[in-house]
């Protein structure tokens, strides 16, 4: 078998008995051949998962330039990412083996996803595993703010002992207003109403509201009656730059707005300019337009130019993209509030929440590479068939294609002399995905059977798992 289709193969764990069905075991072809590579320091529990198939995995603790990530993407099957790591149409169309994209976290803005799905490639994320330590964050932040902590803790680490009531409050009986009401969102409707806050969300869909929390109409009127603003929605064409003058100057007075979403939803200057003349009394920000690829002194003005000005406004939170973290410890730096995390060695929601992403990314790649399985993914037909059984001669085709009229009756004319055991296909836009079980294949037709499926006018990525 030629390597082009070995890499295209995988191969099943044959069982000697007919008259017990099991599943099949899948295994790679050569799992010696299939490449994975993980970038910004993707949890362990994910790379032993990846290392027990057999794959080879490379792991790097830090995102890569774009021109080195050309270099690497062009020869792996797989890659893991985090937030930092932007998987461009530039890049992609250089992946040229590439088989999935696991986005070891819950945003998936930094790929194309669409470029992605154009070259059969499925991405996968993980959707709710550290919403729950996003909402217990913001919790620690509201009061924080409320009670200017940051700014206290500054101070007596500098010796000054300011002891001081004024513009500090209570969270009960206060406003909370929530910009987008998903996994997040929804968990902190509920920690905050526990807290006694009166909870408002605003969102594009019709939900349920938690509790007694009530869904407004618009984005305005949650602004003008929230005392804090916290904001969790995707980052989206609509959503950057959501936050902008007009929003801020539409926020109560004293009000303190956060933002732990992303950092374009938040134009920064006019926000700065708000803290300055005291219509905000205070912000925390998690996350920036720029960050850095890596930990280290990368925070000032040579990233975004408004650095200074945000380290000099009164009670600003400013924290390094560390929603899903367990905040541990809060210690200073210089001349702003920094807050050092350690992972929680004790059980602590931190490594939680990395252990089932790395677990719940880490299964998903596996199942697409060996079975073809796309339940989950955020760009593609989402499809799977029940496991072969232990009969002997079974593959299963998979066939990523554009959307065309007539491909399957094309495709299955070419099975037609096979028995097709079962079959499911279903497109998600111009992109559809046929997955395809059929019995008594001889070795020679498992190359026949190849090369026609993906000679196909409409082939974008064909596959075969046996
Ligand atoms: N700081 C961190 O470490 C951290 C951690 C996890 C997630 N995040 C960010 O938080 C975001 C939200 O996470 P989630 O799990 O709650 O996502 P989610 O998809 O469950 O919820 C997002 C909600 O926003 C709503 N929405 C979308 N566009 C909107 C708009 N224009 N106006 C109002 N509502 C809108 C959606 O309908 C949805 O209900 C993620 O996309 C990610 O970017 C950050
Ligand atoms: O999208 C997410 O899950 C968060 O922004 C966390 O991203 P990270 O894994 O890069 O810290």
Known sequence: MSLEVASTVVRLTRSSSFTHSHPKALKPFDSGEIKILLLENVNQRGISLLEKEGYQVESIKKALPEDVLIEKIRDVHAIGIRSKTKLTKKVIQEAKKLLVIGCF????????????????????????????????????EIISLSRQLGDRNIELHQGNWNKVSSQCYEIRGKTLGIVGYGHIGSQLSVLAEAMGMTVFFHDIIQLMPMGTAKQVNTLYELLERSDFVSLHVPETEETKNMIGEEEIARMKKGSYLINASRGTIVQIPPLIKALQNGHLLGAAIDVFPKEPASNGQFYNNELNSWTSDLLACKNVILTPHIGWLFLFSIIISD??????????????????????????VGAAIIKYINCGTSIGAVNFPEIDLRAIQDTDKTIRLLFCHYNVPGVLREINEILSDHNVDKQYSDSRGNIAYMMADISNVDDQDIRKIYETVSSNRANISTRIVY
């Open 105 to 140: 976290c819950i945003g998936t803005n930094q790929v194309d996803l669409e470029a992605a799905a154009n070259r059969g490639i499925a991405v996968f994320n993980s959707p709710f595993s550290n919403s729950r330590s996003v909402a217990e964050l913001i919790i620690a």
């Open 335 to 360: 001349n702003y509030l920094f807050t050092k995390l350690f992972f929680n060695l004790k059980g602590g929601s931190t490594e939680e929440a990395q252990y089932m992403i790395g677990a719940e």
